[in-house]
């Protein structure tokens, strides 16, 4: 079938993306799904800085490639053999994209940890699906790389089955979207990569869309203090509306001790989701004695923190990474959205705006400058 998406055909264009255009909406080519696949129309998909690291570079990836991986749409068709895990797929069916496919039967699946499937992290990096195949290709027969087995700008979208989680058909779409990156990645990295009791004092550095749901699983985790620490004064200002206790402005060169005084010497859980060494390094330097800093954010590869294997010796420190929020998706989407009903995790307050596919450089123009939490493209 013919399909129209947003391609990335060069990283690294100059900005702003609303004049060099890195991303062309173009016609493809999209094959019917294979063994294990299946065919999604796509209803809405978020703008994020996994996507925003492809077009500048900093996350190095095979191109032309179809971008897009935070989505949400409707079954149109099951492919042979995609039973897989879960509950039976049908047509109808309105599902959240997940951007790590997990085999099921790689060391980090059979010991629970889906997250790090080895196969999924493979075939994400070599811009194929789960299979192995692409599905994508150009008018001129090119074949077009899939992006974290996903490429959900577009209308339709084949995808591992593997990569889908079936949710209830009346979640809208915009929102039902930010539960496959946003909020899995953020919300995770509190529940189960943390593991944050509550009482405990944590501090969440970048405000984006990741951060800011970090904060309101932090505030739903039932902690104590939570310190919000970012460079927009308007972002800190929401944050105290979605439940911070404080608020720290990163730009000021005495953040770390305020934050520290703020804490009576630091917090116990520092969170950093803003994909920089300096935001990262301030992470460290806030986590108090025997605490815990978790980074979820990605910089660019070559990209080195200076740290002093004492420090965490001496003071019991831990070190975490956090990739997809240590997400076990089929358990972890429905329980998130399930505490979203509840009012237990507002979710719908980080949508910032709803963007046609054809401003899909503007909206990212919109997210390097930091102006925005959350935009969502609706197809």
């Known amino acids: 079938m013919q399909i129209n998406a947003a391609v990335l055909r060069e990283s690294g264009l100059g900005l702003p993306y609303a004049t060099s255009r890195p991303l062309a909406v173009e016609q493809l080519h999209l094959d019917p799904p294979g063994p294990g696949e299946v065919l999604i129309q796509i209803k809405a998909a978020g703008l994020c800085h996994s996507d925003l690291s492809v077009i500048n570079g900093n996350r190095p990836r095979p191109v032309p490639m179809a971008l897009g991986h935070e989505a949400a749409g409707v079954v149109v068709e099951v492919g ?60 001129q027969g090119t074949p077009v790389n899939h992006h974290l087995g996903c490429s959900a700008f577009a209308d339709h979208a084949v995808v591992s089955r593997r990569s889908v989680v079936k949710v209830d058909p009346d979640l809208p779409w915009t929102e039902a979207a930010l539960f496959g990156c946003a909020v899995l990645t953020g919300v995770g990295a509190v529940f189960n990569t943390a593991q944050v009791p509550a009482g405990s004092s944590v501090a969440v550095i970048g405000l984006g869309g990741v951060g800011l749901s970090s904060l309101l699983g932090a505030v739903a985790a039932g902690a104590r203090q939570v310190v919000a620490v970012d460079l927009s004064d308007e972002k800190l200002a929401f944050a105290r509306e979605l439940g911070a206790t404080e608020t720290v402005n ?62 965490l010796v001496g003071e ?27 009012g237990r995790l507002p979710v719908d307050r980080l949508l910032s705006g709803v963007l046609p596919l054809d401003r899909i450089n503007e909206g990212f123009d919109e997210l390097h400058a930091g102006r925005t939490v959350r935009q969502v493209v609706t197809l």
């Not at 109808?92 to 994209?97: A, E, I, S, W």
């Not at 025997?290 to 954010?297: F, K, R």
């Open 316 to 342: 019991e420190r831990t070190l975490k990474g956090s990739y997809i929020g240590t997400a076990v998706p089929l358990r972890d989407v429905p329980r998130y959205i399930a505490l979203y009903r509840r």
């Open 80 to 139: 042979p053999d995609a039973g897989g895990s879960g509950p039976e797929l049908s047509p109808g069916d309105h599902v959240v994209l997940v951007f790590v496919p997990s085999c099921g039967h790689c060391e980090p699946c059979s010991v629970g940890r889906p997250a790090l499937c080895e196969p999924g992290a493979a075939a994400n990096g070599a811009g194929t699906l789960l299979s192995g195949e692409r599905r994508l290709s150009d008018a």
């Open 250 to 311: 990163a730009a000021d060169a005495e953040a770390v001790q305020q934050i520290r005084d703020l804490t009576g010497g630091g917090v116990e859980y520092a969170f950093e989701l803003a994909g920089s060494i300096p935001a990262l390094q301030t992470a460290v330097d806030i986590t108090r004695r025997g605490g815990t800093t978790v980074t979820a954010g990605l910089p660019h590869p070559d990209a080195r923190l200076p740290l002093s294997p004492v420090l």
